[in-house]
């Protein structure tokens, strides 16, 4: 069974106007109240398998639980019972209470019988570029995280994350590496790394450059084009000492917005893993099938020729995954930070999280109508994107009220 198979079929999100756009903000698939199936059938025992996080020397299933999408107790609760180590969270998602979500969960559960990562930003930075601003401290970094630790109701966390970083300079930034370094010599987080969804090769090998960082969690999958480089680099950080987690697995989780097409998510996830430098993957889900499925995938990493064929792993165009190789900026007339646009794009339509697509679009002030006395479009995609497009498309969304996506 594929992601979202379980998922409600609604309209397309083109065809709809803003006040639609509350009607497809409906939690779906699963509810805060659904419980776990019973455990009272007979179920065959899980296989896992095990690496090693780096010099962390945390040992982690391959498969861990990406929990932005998930506002289900019940099913972090279930991963966990089923074996479930890593739980990856961070400081925005679903505006913070999922944090406060996984706190409930793993309270009275034994300290170390679970690992949480967390991801705090570096705020504020450039809506385009990423980059620091004089203004971006290592005080506001801390403070951020400390909140984040009284959700979670932890003394300390596993991994703290610096979020979202796409350059050399920003990995490198001395203000937040000096409050990294401060939380770990504090206790308040036993490793620290930093988070990429693009330009990875450049992050990786910034991270072992500062010599400071313990875990890298990056974008890795089967739609990057430079999928061989990005794999280059985890070699290298991996020869390091460097921990490496993979996130963006499943590449947007359908080839198309209207969601006719599901990528075969088991077999992307098995891509991912068949690199044994890669420790954990941290593919999200909202279904227990779907959580199942990705836990199955330790059954037997091998690909067949049939998943092979179903990546197309020859075909260059198409789908929802955006790369963020920012190529695209330099042709911008409208100087729109187009990588975090289609980010979003794929939340919306790959994902289905509209909360989250609209809490990055919110954080991009973006101009009320980009791209709309633009014309034609001089923007150059990579992938193939129709960018004027997609960016009229999902722009709509920053005219819902936030309340509607609660």
Not at 318 to 334: A, D, E, N
């Amino acid at each position: 069974m594929t992601k979202g198979a379980n998922n409600l079929k609604r309209r397309s999100f083109l065809k709809i106007g803003a006040a639609g756009l509350a009607g497809l903000c409906v939690k779906p698939a699963v509810s805060s109240q659904q419980e776990a199936p019973s455990t009272a059938q007979t179920t065959k025992p899980q296989k896992f398998i095990y690496r090693t996080l780096g010099k962390t020397g945390i040992k982690l299933p391959v498969v861990s639980l990406g929990v932005m999408n998930s506002d289900n107790p019940n099913l972090v609760r279930a991963a966990l019972d089923k074996g479930i180590v890593l739980l990856d969270t961070a400081h925005s998602y679903q505006r913070g209470t999922n944090e406060g979500m996984i706190g409930e969960v793993i309270k009275g559960r034994p300290r170390d019988s679970f690992v949480i990562a967390t991801k705090i930003p570096g705020d504020p930075r450039d809506r385009k570029t990423g980059d620091f601003s004089p203004e971006t401290t290592g005080e506001k970094f801390l403070e951020k995280f400390n909140v984040s630790l009284q959700r979670l109701g932890l003394d300390y966390v596993d991994i703290l994350n610096l979020h979202n970083v796409l350059k050399r300079g920003q990995v490198l930034y001395e203000p937040l590496l000096k409050a990294l370094e401060t939380a770990k010599k504090q206790g308040k987080a036993r490793f620290i790394g930093v988070t990429t969804h693009g330009n990875e090769p450049e992050v990786i090998r910034a991270a072992i450059e500062g010599k400071v960082h313990d875990v890298v969690l990056t974008a890795y999958n089967f739609r990057q084009d430079h999928r061989e480089e990005v794999r280059k680099a985890i070699a290298e950080a991996t020869q390091a000492g460097l921990g490496i987690i993979a996130m963006k697995t499943l590449a947007g989780v359908y080839w198309d917005k209207e969601k006719q097409r599901p990528i075969n998510t088991k077999a992307a996830l098995k891509w991912v893993l068949n690199d044994p430098n890669v420790t954990t993957a941290i593919p999200g889900c909202t279904t227990f099938d779907q959580m199942d499925e990705d836990l199955s995938v330790m059954e037997d990493l091998t690909l067949t020729e049939q998943e092979k064929q179903d990546l197309e792993l020859e075909v260059a165009r198409g789908g929802l995954y955006c790369q963020g190789c920012q190529m695209c900026l330099s042709s911008c007339k409208g100087d729109l930070p187009i990588p975090s646009l289609m980010r979003s794009y794929m939340y919306a339509y790959g994902y289905r999280n509209l909360p989250e697509a609209y809490e990055l679009l919110i954080s991009l002030s973006l101009p009320e109508a980009p791209c709309q006395t633009c014309n034609p479009c001089t923007v150059w995609c990579a992938k193939g994107f129709d960018v004027a497009d997609r960016v009229k498309d999902i722009v709509r969304l920053q005219n819902v009220p936030a309340e509607f996506l609660a």
